[in-house]
């Protein structure tokens, strides 16, 4: 295997544990704070979107992911992006 080989390995590797971090959340969510849950699938319409957001990097949360935040106890700021990716920034 190439050097270039076993580094797309790792990535994907990577991506893919990323990707269960993600569906894990959901079901934490699922039992602790539901009607964020019920916010984050009203929002991107499956589990599997609304999973990738969570654990994905946004400049609306300046380089961080919705589950840093909520980590950090600012579930409100959490909320706010979401109303705002739903319903535009002008409401």
């Known amino acids: 295997m190439t050097q270039i080989e076993t580094l797309a390995a790792?990535?994907?590797g990577l991506y893919?544990?990323?990707e269960d971090t993600g569906r894990r959340v959901t079901e934490v969510l699922?039992?602790?704070d539901e009607s964020l849950l019920s916010e984050l699938?009203?929002?991107f319409e499956s589990e599997e979107m609304?999973?990738?957001w969570?654990?994905?990097r946004t400049i609306g949360f300046g380089g961080r992911s919705a589950l840093d935040l909520l980590a950090?106890?600012?579930r409100e700021k959490?909320?706010?992006v979401l109303h705002h990716l739903r319903y535009g920034l002008c409401t």
């Open 78 to 80: 959490v909320l706010q």
């Open 50 to 52: 609304a999973a990738g």
């Open 41 to 43: 699938l009203a929002t």
């Open 16 to 18: 893919e544990a990323l």
């Open 30 to 32: 699922r039992l602790v």
């Open 72 to 74: 950090q106890g600012k």
């Open 10 to 12: 790792e990535a994907s």
């Open 54 to 56: 969570l654990v994905g």
